[in-house]
């Protein structure tokens, strides 16, 4: 996906009210993972990836930084894996997942 389209859906998910933040289901398998970012250019590039993985099946939390160039996923691991994650990271936002990411 390139940036423009990244930031159109991000924007377009805040004004449709999604709660940014917010569990998308109560975790059974509640998981944790750390990933090292390349491609963040400013603080709204880390915002943004927040916002779409907050969407997907099975993340409960996502913190991201741009200071650090990291993303902290939180998730159920009845419904997603790292590996899901990490290849939606990679083939649908824009950024690429580092190899010195860490569980």
Do not use: W
Not at 5 to 26: D, K, M, W
Not at 38 to 66: D, H, N, P, W
Request: proline share 1%.
């Amino acid at each position: 996906m390139d940036r423009r389209h990244f930031i159109q859906r991000v924007t377009a998910a805040t004004a449709t009210g999604v709660a940014v933040g917010a569990p998308t289901a109560l975790a059974q398998e509640s998981k944790s993972v750390t990933f090292k970012v390349k491609g963040f250019t400013c603080i709204t590039c880390a915002v943004g990836l927040e916002v779409v993985l907050r969407e997907q099946k099975g993340v409960t939390k996502a913190k991201a930084s741009y200071r650090e160039q990291r993303v902290t996923v939180g998730f159920d691991a009845a419904m997603t894996t790292e590996d899901q994650l990490k290849e939606f990271i990679n083939k649908t936002t824009g950024f690429t997942v580092g190899e010195d990411s860490k569980s």
